[in-house]
């Protein structure tokens, strides 16, 4: 925004004797707040010094005077803030290495072909792929009935009012649609060309897909431009407007479905760390949290990492970390075996880790969020191959009952009701505390909900927790109903929670048949 309204009034003050001055002052400002503050719209800088070239009349000689005297300015600001980002800046390779630069200094000529191969991909993603997307997709929503009949509708409303608007316009006399598609290609090209030189410098090729469809902001100008051109070459007036109308259409429809997907999205954070809250009160300094790939579509390990220390954190400190398994297990962290310091830098704090400190989890909803057990997991096939592999490095000592997080109320104002997964996550902080009365109190209270689990491992806490109170008929029954979900699935995670309780409770003769039952019907080595 800032670009642009520079850009805007850098033009205008050309154009304004009167208040000139003022104008390019706050056009100064505006180029230099977005060369400090972000590298996307770079090189952007420089399409300046075409459009100043549009705007001066004479010969090619005083145009160009023109157009160098009015730049210098902006080229001033560009090398100092460039000259500052190169030896002042201490973050600017941060996240991002020059590929593009060490790829032609190590072999120019495989340079040059991965800059063309990077170009020609960026122009077609984000010139045509990108309008093609909102067409290709529209019916792999996966919302319900209700929200699938509004898309459509705005879909459908929008497409015949853009069309009743575009019909009743008419064309001035003297228009001339490939004078107008030949200028508005050519400033296209221009921009879309300077666009793209931070992007391919770091070695990106913009794609649709969350989170490296950022990088097709820059270019959003001259594919704009480009596409006007395209439309304008159609020779029939009234098969651009119809096509004018279907791509505003399609693309309305496309943004009703991300902003459907960014609701679904925050309820999953909600519910996230609600129940994380419920189930962890408390978090020792330097923990690592490992999770599944979680079932969001915009946020990643890296975002919901600031939400997490938010809660688990005092103010201005980072004392907890969150990994995606798929990502960061053997890339991040190359091995999780305990007892090696881990340092991961954030723009602003660093985190401070080590691997003995690690908690992995699982959050898959409906399904509720279960905190992985080392020894009963290592075997459960209901979780994801990277989390059960790594289940033995589940440390559950560095959840501390000292004190309780507090959710920032400005995001996470309304507690949920209390349902199954409020008493099954209670239950196993209890269960950890080895509180058994809780965890049948809770249990009690969770069985007599209209509410079920949708994990079977889900009932396992409450197993040991009938079990230990000396209740063998229902933790047998809660056994068998889970071992009916799958035999093979349910079964060797269930052997060896019985072969926890049977080292952990009291040697009755109960407690001997029912061991035997368990190893007849659950085929439990004993």
């Known amino acids: 925004s800032c670009y642009l309204l520079s850009l805007y009034l850098s033009l205008l003050a050309l154009q304004s004797e009167k208040h000139r001055a003022i104008l390019f002052i706050a056009?100064?400002?505006l180029a230099a707040v977005?060369?400090?503050t972000m590298e996307y719209f770079y090189f952007l800088e420089f399409a300046r010094l075409f459009l100043f070239w549009k705007m001066f009349t004479g010969t090619n000689k005083v145009r160009a005077q023109k157009t160098v005297f009015y730049f210098a300015p902006y080229l001033s600001i560009f090398l100092g803030i460039t000259f500052w980002r190169m030896f002042f800046f201490t973050f600017q390779n941060a996240s991002y290495k020059y590929v593009l630069l060490d790829a032609l200094r190590n072999d120019f000529f495989s340079g040059v072909l991965l800059l063309i191969n990077?170009?020609?991909?960026?122009?077609w993603r984000t010139i045509f792929e990108v309008w093609i997307y909102s067409f290709a997709t529209i019916g792999l929503t996966g919302f319900g009935p209700l929200t699938l009949t509004l898309m459509l509708v705005l879909l459908f409303s929008v497409i015949l009012l853009v069309g009743?608007?575009?019909f009743k316009f008419s064309a001035p006399a003297d228009s001339n649609d490939r004078d107008f598609a030949r200028k508005a290609g050519f400033i296209g090209l221009v921009f879309w060309g300077l666009s793209g030189g931070s992007v391919w410098l770091i070695g990106i090729v913009p794609q649709l897909n969350f989170s490296i469809d950022r990088f097709m902001l820059p270019f959003m100008l001259g594919s704009s431009l480009i596409l006007a051109c395209l439309i304008a070459l159609i020779k029939n007036q009234r098969t651009?407007?119809?096509?004018?109308?279907?791509l505003i259409g399609f693309a309305v429809s496309r943004q009703f479905r991300v902003e459907e997907i960014f609701r679904s999205d925050w309820t999953t954070q909600q519910n996230l760390f609600w129940q994380m809250t419920w189930r962890i009160p408390a978090l020792e300094k330097g923990t690592i949290l490992i999770s599944n790939d979680l079932p969001v579509t915009y946020f990643s390990d890296n975002s919901l990492s600031?939400?997490?220390?938010?809660?688990?954190?005092p103010p201005g400190e980072m004392n907890a970390i969150l990994y995606f398994a798929s990502v960061r297990v053997g890339k991040t962290l190359p091995s999780l075996a305990p007892g090696q310091p881990h340092e991961h830098y954030y723009v602003g704090p660093t985190f401070y880790g080590n691997t003995s400190d690690i908690v992995l989890f699982n959050y898959e909803p409906p399904a509720c969020l279960h905190v992985i057990d080392p020894e009963i997991d290592e075997v459960n096939r209901l979780l994801p191959e990277l989390l059960r592999d790594n289940a033995k490095y589940s440390n559950q000592n560095v959840i501390s009952f000292n004190n309780e997080a507090v959710l920032p109320k400005q995001f996470y104002p309304n507690e949920p009701q209390h349902g199954w997964c409020y008493y099954f996550t209670k239950a196993e902080l209890a269960r950890q505390q080895n509180d058994w009365e809780q965890v049948i109190q809770l249990g009690n209270k969770a069985f007599a909900l209209n509410d079920y689990p949708n994990d079977p491992t889900e009932r396992f806490v409450f197993i040991e927790g009938y079990a230990h109170d000396g209740n063998w008929e229902k933790a047998m029954e809660l056994s068998q109903v889970s071992y009916k979900v799958s035999k093979s699935f349910v079964g060797p995670p269930l052997c060896k929670l019985w072969n926890r309780i049977e080292r952990e409770t009291e040697k009755t003769q109960e407690q001997k048949v029912t061991l035997d039952i368990v190893q007849n019907k659950f085929e439990c080595l004993p």
């Open 34 to 36: 977005n060369l400090l």
């Open 118 to 123: 990077n170009v020609a991909l960026s122009f």
């Open 27 to 29: 056009s100064y400002l």
């Open 306 to 313: 600031g939400p997490l220390n938010w809660i688990y954190s």
């Open 240 to 246: 651009q407007m119809i096509l004018l109308a279907l």
């Open 164 to 166: 009743l608007f575009l």
